[in-house]
């Protein structure tokens, strides 16, 4: 099935979850709850319900059914793991806070964003029209007279050509074609990329660490073995990462070493991920101690992209200014230079 997206955003996803948690902590079964909620529902949203009743009447597990209706991969993944070998109830519950904090995020990126963005592709639209009428013109004019433009005027120029919008919709097309041979290469060779990455590698790396513990931390307390965790982690996780990490885990385990220590050595994971686990290890209540770190890290989750949005915006303030104090020095040194001649 093709994916379809029934609802509008990360809040309506998450509030329907909400309501299915509520109503299965009430103890109605699955598909009592979701006929329940379908009724509040119309149109594509009320006919997704419908469709996902039917797949669970089919035996289709219902997170698959939320993967094909646009629900974002980590929410699914997790539902998965919890539908299987977890709390399902919980897992609802959880689930729904990442919609959440999904669209948190999403609107105050696009609040802090939005404007200077907006700014930015306008700016992108006058250098494009000012290297299409008014260089040229200087470039002629000088040409014909003998002059020489004002060498910072020449090399302004030559800047300004790099910010032209042809070459900005060609270096877009070059890193999407860029991103296909990323989703290509082989899972530890994109685990190497991603830890090496400047500027981004510890919002990415406090990311799969979130994300992996919110996997393993539940099904540790639902009574399974770390060996089992590590298991179900490879055989049914959606995140090729994880089947992979789960996969070098497991294997060092079986070869006697702790759990914290290959942690430890996984570049991928905040290093404070191990010494949880070591704590776990000693108390003998792993699970309790990643349960607890998951709910810190979705806290320092929020607040760490938070700042960097709110970073990008005098960032993005800056670049305009600047290539708008580049244009103006550009155009008026030749100017200058002109009044000289005469």
Known sequence: MGKRRPFKDDRERGEWLQQTASLVGEGYPLKEALE?????????????????????????????????????KEVSNYLLMMERHGDFQEGLKTAAELCLIRHDLKEEARKVLQYPLFMFFGLIILVTFVLRTVIPQFEQFFSQTGAELPFISGFLFSFLRMIDLPLIIVFLLLLAAAGKVVGLTPVKVKIRLLSSLPFVRNYIRLLFTYLFVSQISPVLNNGLSLNECLLLIRKDSLFPVFRHEAGLIHAGLQNGTSFSDLLRSRALFEPQLASVAALGEKRGRTGDELERYSRFLKVRLTYSFSRLFQKLQPLLYGVIGLVMLLMFVSLMMPVFQLTELW
Do not use: C, H
């Open 36 to 72: 329940i909620v379908g009724g509040y529902y119309s149109g594509p949203a009320g006919d997704a319900i419908k469709t996902m009743v039917q797949a669970l009447r089919q035996g289709e597990p219902f997170s698959l059914s939320l993967d094909d209706f646009g629900y974002p």
